[in-house]
């Protein structure tokens, strides 16, 4: 029968500080059957996307008795003013089927700023932005394909989707 042993200060490896979350007391002493209360802020000031965030909230103990997580879920609302572009990136090949392309590049270019981004392991893409950002360039790329370029505008609370269909950088024969 295998055994292991955690040596003292090496049982939390893994653990990040969350830019987006704090708590105090960073540190305290409790005695035994007693509790302690710890404030949790979490603060989106720093998070550039609306969106769910998680973390778990981690004690450090030398107590013999195990302390389990304590599950955070922080949900960061849009403004009012702005709103989700999304789509997905597909590739039709010279049979004519379609497919997803992951690793796909999509250029935003805004009259404000650019974002790069590249799509998931199912051709997917999401960016939420504020309408101030009007009017939109999408350029989707990726090698083996033609390039697509699309101008749109996003409306607030209205998500706009903008799927592309790539066709083969070379000629079908």
Do not use: H
């Amino acid at each position: 029968q295998a055994k292991a042993s955690v040596l003292p200060g090496f049982d939390s490896c893994g653990t990040v500080d969350v830019g987006w979350l704090s708590e105090d007391p960073v540190e305290t002493d409790v005695a035994a059957g007693q509790s302690v209360n710890v404030t949790v802020t979490m603060d989106s000031a720093d998070l550039a996307q609306p969106g769910t965030y998680k973390a778990s909230l981690v004690f450090s103990t030398d107590s013999p008795y195990p302390v389990t997580p304590v599950q955070i879920t922080f949900t960061v609302n849009p403004p009012k003013t702005w709103a989700k572009i999304s789509g997905v990136v597909s590739g039709k090949a010279c049979s004519g089927t379609v497919a997803p392309i992951p690793g796909a590049t999509v250029q935003i270019d805004t009259r404000a700023a650019s974002y790069t981004l590249i799509t998931d392991s199912d051709g997917k893409y999401a960016l939420w932005l504020d309408k101030r950002n009007n009017p939109l360039t999408l350029i989707v790329a990726k090698d083996g394909w033609q390039p697509q370029t699309r101008k749109v505008r996003v409306k607030p609370g209205s998500p706009l989707t903008a799927n592309f269909t790539l066709l083969p950088a070379k000629p079908c024969k």
